[in-house]
Structures are given as structure tokens and as C-alpha cells.
């Protein structure tokens, strides 16, 4: 049945890259890393025994081929819209006569806010000594929004590339500062960056209107094994940090000399570093062998706390009591980080097996598709392309946490655009660059 899936699963990320639905393609690709993947150690470990542990989920046989056949459902109807319907036309786009061109001013403001944000997080939100040792630092309240803001950092690059702009140096400088104070403390959100820029530059600069060659698959396959080295190679160096408190080298040093001991072991990475097939497997068997604690919520409870979640912490306090009403419509909580697949059979039982695919249609397909073949004005644009980023969090999980974040991206966007507006100018970026003397009109409207 495994195989089964794996191959559904690689067919369906094979034909949405040849239908230029990269965003799709990614949704599809992390489902099979987290669940199909893990699935395969799963089994080999139910292969000796009834039951095993996986973090906090308990997973019996039983349990475990019952989700197998959920699991199958899903891959079969994600599968569907890559083979039935239109993805994306070359040359669909509209092509847009707008330039970003900000002034030194502008990027040395933009930099010293960057810098003042990153100093204040490192040294009065975060302490510089949780900064330096801690394996997980950024978990203390008011850190995450700080973490937020420095999205800032990555706007300036992210337009240039919507609006096929030269980048200039002061791109390079606030993103790089972002870039790196982000991946101090999240490694997911560093993927967020990527996957924003990834897919501005498959679609913004023209690489979807050219023919699939081995060139552009190459840059496609660059970004992911970036992504993927960030994503475990920050991660095994914050795991380090729990038995090496020394310098960088002496982590990447521990690294090397104990690989079994860290994300990059595959085995140490699915028994306690991931959840994907683990949580789903977990609910399965929960409900198999506790019926009467199922009680399917319809989405209620990750809703209620999505919508918390992103709130200020002085005003998150007072809603305590929403927040704990979703934990009371909860029924299974052995999960770290469940993936969305997970929460939708929590919510919806069996429906989840076709409206999990539905969702990831409408965010990975439908969406991105009435973006790019609309004329959709700048800031618009941005945000699409933001949301279409947070919508990693929907499959890896938490669905809480895509919620939280969808607002909160979208809110310190709205407040800081009138910062980025008035440097958007009438006229194609190449006239603009190779002609920098001609007259320009800011936008009456952003």
C-alpha cells in the first residue's frame, strides 16, 4: 500500500511541475516527505510489534492501516486536478508596467530598523545568552512578533522580483540581515522566505513562460536542496546546542562525530524530530481503541485558536478563555506539530479524506491561478505571494499557526506599505533602469 502511495504521490508532484503549479507541487512534496516518508519506518517498525511510540503518539497495527487507507484517499484525490484540469498558460500573465525604485534613503531607514528590531530581540525580548545557547531560542512572548517584522527586510527584494527589477545592493543587504536573524530562531520561517521568493521568481521573472528544460528544473531543484539544507542544517545545529555549549565550529564538530544524534539521521529525524504519518497513525489508533473520546469538531477548535493565536500578548491573556474552550473541543492533543491531514480526520473524521484535498486545490491551485491572471495591484500581489508562503504551515501544521500567521503577515504588510508605496513608479522597469534620467510619476494608487 505504501508503494502505492509513494507513486501517487510522485506522480502528482511530476504533473503539477509540468502544469507550472510549483506551489501545488510543493504542498504534494512535503506531504511526501512527512507522511508517506515516515509511513515506510512505521511499518518496518510494526513489522516486530503491535504497537509503537513515535514523540507523544501511541500507534497500533491497526490504527496504522487504517490511516494507510486515508492516507491513500488523499493521494488519489490530490492527484485528481493534475491530470483533469488546466494549470498554468504561458504568457497568461498580464505584463505590468510598474518599477520599484527606492532611494538610498530609503534602504538605509529600512536597514537601521532592521537593526534595531534584531537588537532589541536578541538582547532585551530574548536575552543574549538564551540567544547564544539556547537550543530553541525565540519561544519567549513577544518574540514571535519581532520575528514578523523582520519580514520587512525581505519586501524590497520580494517586489523586485514580482516586477522583473534589477536588484541593487541595498536588496541584498536588508534581506541578508533578515535572512539571517530569522534563521537565529526559526528555521521554518527561513522556508517561508524561500518559498515566497521561489515562487516570484518562477512567475514573476518569466521562468513559467519558458519550455520545462533541464536548466529551469535545475533552478527549481537548487531552491528545494537549499531549502532542504536550511531546514535540517539549522535544526541540527539548534539539537546540538543541547550537549555542546561552545562555538559554531564546535557544533558543526559534534554534528560530524554524532550523526545518529541529530536531524540529519533519517531514523532520529521521523522517531522525534517530525510529525507527518506519526500524528495521523496516533488520532487513527486513539480512535480505534477509545471511541468514545472522538467527537469531531468540524474545525472549531484550530479555528478558535488560529484567530487568538496572532493576537498581542496583552490581548491574548484576556481571551484565555477562548483559548482553553479549544482545548476542551480538542480530542486527541499527543501531537507536537500536527500536520494538516491530521487535523482534518480530527474535525471531519473520513470527510477529511476529500476536503483536505479540496483545501489544498483551492490554496495551491485555484488561488494562485486568479492571482497571476489577474491584475491584481501591488500590494495585493505582495500579500498573495506572502500568503501563498504561509501556506506551508496548512500542510506541515499547525493550522492554528497558518492562521495566525496569514493575519499577522498580512496586517505588518497593510501598516508598512505606505513606506514601500511612493516608490513604485509608472513605466517598465527596463526603461527606468536604462534610463534613469527620464521623468517618473509615482502611483496615484497602490
Not at 519581532?146 to 519586501?155: E, Q
Not at 527584494?157 to 514580482?162: C, E, G, P, S, Y
Request: charged share 10%; aromatic share 16%; proline share 5%.
Amino acid at each position: 500500500m505504501i508503494w502505492i502511495i509513494l507513486g501517487l504521490n510522485v506522480l502528482t508532484i511530476m504533473f503539477a511541475v509540468k502544469k507550472r503549479m510549483i506551489l501545488y507541487a510543493f504542498f504534494c512534496a512535503i506531504f511526501l516527505f512527512l507522511v508517506t516518508g515516515q509511513a515506510f519506518q512505521i511499518q518496518s517498525d510494526l513489522n516486530t510489534r503491535r504497537s509503537v511510540y513515535y514523540l507523544n503518539n501511541f500507534i497500533s497495527d491497526v490504527g496504522f492501516s487504517s490511516a494507510l487507507w486515508y492516507v491513500f484517499g488523499i493521494s488519489f484525490a490530490t492527484l485528481l486536478p493534475t491530470l483533469l484540469l488546466r494549470g498554468y498558460r504561458a504568457h497568461s500573465q498580464l505584463r505590468s508596467n510598474l518599477a520599484f525604485r527606492p532611494t538610498r534613503l530609503f534602504y538605509a531607514g529600512l536597514f537601521t530598523i532592521l537593526v534595531v528590531l534584531s537588537g532589541v530581540l536578541v538582547f532585551f525580548v530574548v536575552g543574549l545568552q538564551e540567544f547564544l545557547h539556547s537550543s530553541r531560542p525565540g519561544y519567549q512572548a513577544g518574540a514571535t512578533i519581532f520575528i514578523v517584522l523582520l519580514y520587512l527586510g525581505v519586501i524590497p527584494l520580494l517586489i523586485k522580483v514580482l516586477y522583473r527589477c534589477k536588484l541593487g545592493k541595498g536588496d541584498i543587504a536588508c534581506f541578508g540581515l533578515s535572512f539571517l536573524m530569522t534563521a537565529a530562531f526559526s528555521r521554518i520561517h527561513v522556508i517561508l522566505y524561500l518559498t515566497a521568493i521561489l515562487l516570484a521568481f518562477f512567475y514573476g521573472s518569466g521562468w513559467s513562460d519558458r519550455p520545462i528544460s533541464a536548466k529551469l528544473l535545475a533552478r527549481l531543484l537548487l531552491f528545494g536542496f537549499t531549502g532542504f539544507v536550511l531546514f535540517f542544517g539549522i535544526g541540527a545545529l539548534h539539537d546540538a546546542q543541547n550537549f555542546v555549549r561552545g562555538s559554531l565550529g564546535d557544533l558543526v564538530s559534534y554534528i560530524v562525530e554524532n550523526p545518529e544524534k541529530s536531524l540529519l539521521s533519517v531514523e532520529y529525524n521521523y522517531r522525534v524530530g517530525v510529525e507527518g504519518m506519526s500524528g495521523i497513525a496516533g488520532a487513527f489508533s486513539q480512535d480505534l481503541s477509545h471511541p468514545n473520546r472522538t467527537h469531531f469538531d468540524l474545525g472549531a477548535p484550530w479555528m478558535i485558536q488560529g484567530s487568538v493565536q496572532w493576537l498581542p500578548g496583552i490581548i491574548k491573556d484576556r481571551a484565555a478563555v477562548l483559548t482553553k474552550l479549544s482545548e476542551e473541543l480538542s480530542w486527541y492533543d499527543s501531537s507536537v506539530v500536527a500536520t494538516g491531514p491530521e487535523y482534518y480526520f480530527e474535525s471531519f473524521g473520513w470527510f477529511g479524506m476529500a476536503l483536505y484535498p479540496l483545501s489544498i486545490f483551492f490554496l495551491g491551485w485555484y488561488f494562485p491561478l486568479l492571482i497571476l491572471e489577474s491584475e491584481a495591484p501591488p500590494a495585493a500581489r505582495l500579500i498573495a505571494y506572502t500568503l501563498f508562503a504561509c501556506c506551508i504551515f496548512f500542510v506541515r501544521g499547525s493550522l492554528p499557526v497558518w492562521i495566525a500567521f496569514s493575519i499577522s503577515y498580512t496586517v505588518i504588510i497593510a501598516m508598512a506599505w505606505p513606506f514601500f508605496r511612493p516608490h513604485i513608479f509608472e513605466g517598465y522597469p527596463s526603461e527606468i533602469i536604462e534610463a534613469p534620467g527620464d521623468p517618473m510619476e509615482p502611483l496615484p494608487h497602490g
